[in-house]
């Protein structure tokens, strides 16, 4: 089965102060599985945003920062480049009363790809539950 990645999954893998014990075997075991792993696009940017964030509040160091980017466009996520998943994600973001859809476009990526939900996020983890799409809720 394929796995849809949202940002907070992927981040918990790239941050060394988010790696716990469960995200790393979780991550190991997609990576040598070879499981699908499938993203909106949303995600490289999520992405890089927060550890720019990470690198500006001194979480993280200029190299780390960059270290964690290059690993990222390394993941072997295939992004969901499927138009739909716009307008649905719009339609998820009313149908759950809030103000932005970034990510329910990780929700709408998981519908288009049939898959799983792996995410920290546990709005994200119940929202996914209520679609009737299969989720992972990680702890880090």
């Known amino acids: 089965m394929a796995v849809c ?3 907070s999954a992927a ?6 102060y988010q790696r ?14 070879r499981e699908q792993l499938l993203a909106p696009p949303l995600l490289l940017a999520e992405c890089t945003s ?6 500006f509040d001194g979480l993280l160091t200029s190299p ?14 295939t992004l969901v480049m499927d138009r739909s998943v ?20 990780y929700l709408a990526a ?5 898959c799983e939900l792996l ?8 929202q996914a539950l209520e679609l009737g799409i299969a989720a992972q809720l990680l702890l880090p």
């Open 11 to 16: 981040l918990a893998w790239l941050l060394p």
């Open 64 to 77: 780390e920062a960059s270290e964690a980017v290059a690993t990222l466009l390394e993941l072997p996520v």
């Open 5 to 7: 990645v949202d940002a």
């Open 50 to 55: 927060v550890i720019r964030e990470a690198s």
């Open 110 to 114: 998981a519908e288009v790809g049939k």
């Open 119 to 126: 995410t920290v996020d546990r709005s994200l983890y119940e």
């Open 20 to 33: 716990t014990g469960e995200v790393r075997r979780t991550w190991l075991h997609l990576l040598a599985s």
């Open 86 to 105: 716009y307008t649905r994600a719009l339609a998820l973001a009313a149908r759950f009363r809030l103000r932005r859809a970034y990510d329910t476009q």
